[in-house]
């Protein structure tokens, strides 16, 4: 291995991934698989979150809003950077870290509609300026290629632990600045590759979105690292964003299945009660009661004698969503019963329809 990275493992490193390793322990990617509102919230999050860093203004409902398919009203180039941004995600669990070629074709994912020369290493200088100052020039452009060679080599050859692999390649990312746009995109969003590589819990965190949280933090530990020359403080600041964005995914998640267990309970308490009332509730004639369905003595046990009720109403009541069923197995069923009369007999599927028990 021929290039190394400078930087130090210090006490607080080791710490982070301790605590990392424990959060991880008790948010597993099932959890979160369950949880398709969480997912897709996360991803948003995370396409918000790193896009916002680089000035597009976009919201979170105009991203949702792209992200099913929708238009919205926004700058084109700001909606072809989210879509971008959605191609290159959700290519994540099928692209190699280690591989150069994967690198090029993400960027010209992220990118394609946007710059002529996305997917291509870029043949100028640059530099990153704050204000009038300029407060890290780029290695030359002839060496970007060589560079990035190095850094991937060193990617696929180290024993580092993930957490720290996917750190440091991030500072040396944004160091090299290989591209002449999109290099903090690719910057955050390659270390989620290596990450989910190691642990496909990463494909579904939003760590982009924490990092937009502390972007002064964020720049401020990029800033720091290159006068140390080390990644060092770069690592301690990544690796303290993961703990917190696990962190807060695991109350979010502990919430959610809160809020689902209050749902179910809920619907299971109205089971209960309808299946009480049809027990208490007396039908027409125990003939009757032997010649219908379980469906039907719901039905009849929800309809008050002498009043009409909408199919509306009357699903509403049973906890039922599907006009199809509903009719099908106890509206239908009923009237053929002579159990329910229609308030409008000669115009069956009048719009002003409503039925009675008889």
Not at 95 to 115: E, I
Request: hydrophobic share 35%; net charge positive; proline share 4%.
């Amino acid at each position: 291995m021929s290039y190394q990275p400078p930087f130090n493992i210090t006490a607080k490193i080791g710490n982070l991934i301790s605590s990392i390793s424990e959060q991880m322990g008790r948010l597993n990617t099932q959890s979160l698989q369950i949880s398709p509102q969480l997912r897709k919230q996360n991803r948003i999050q995370t396409i918000q979150g790193t896009l916002s860093i680089e000035g597009n203004s976009l919201s979170v409902e105009q991203i949702t809003a792209i992200l099913e398919g929708k238009r919205v009203l926004a700058p084109l180039r700001e909606v072809r950077e989210v879509q971008g941004a959605i191609r290159a995600y959700e290519s994540l669990p099928r692209l190699n870290s280690v591989s150069l070629s994967d690198f090029l074709d993400t960027h010209y994912s992220l990118m394609s509609d946007v710059l002529i020369n996305a997917g291509k290493f870029r043949k100028e200088g640059v530099g990153i300026q704050k204000g009038n100052q300029v407060i890290h020039m780029a290695p030359p452009a002839k060496r970007v290629s060589h560079l990035m060679s190095d850094l991937m080599e060193w990617l696929k050859s180290t024993e580092e632990h993930a957490l720290i692999k996917s750190c440091v390649f991030h500072y040396e990312l944004e160091f090299i600045h290989p591209f002449m746009d999109s290099n903090g995109r690719m910057g955050r969003l390659w270390p989620t590759l290596i990450l989910g590589e190691w642990n496909q819990l990463f494909f579904l965190l939003p760590i982009e979105s924490v990092i937009k949280d502390q972007q002064m933090q964020y720049y401020r530990a990029l800033e720091d690292a290159d006068r140390e020359a080390s990644s060092t403080v770069f690592i301690e600041f990544m690796l303290d964003v993961i703990d917190t964005v696990l962190q807060q995914n695991r109350t979010e998640l502990v919430q959610n299945e809160e809020t689902q267990n209050k749902k179910t309970q809920s619907k299971k308490t109205q089971s209960k009660e309808i299946s009480d009332r049809t027990r208490k509730k007396e039908l027409p004639s125990d003939q009757v009661s032997d010649q219908v369905s379980d469906q039907v003595k719901a039905l009849l046990t929800v309809m008050d004698s002498g009043q009409y009720w909408s199919t509306l109403e009357l699903m509403e009541k049973l906890s039922l969503s599907h006009r199809p069923t509903f009719r099908k197995n106890y509206l239908n069923p009923a009237i053929r019963a002579g159990l329910v009369k229609m308030r409008y007999p000669k115009s069956p599927r009048s719009p002003k329809q409503k039925y009675s028990r008889r």
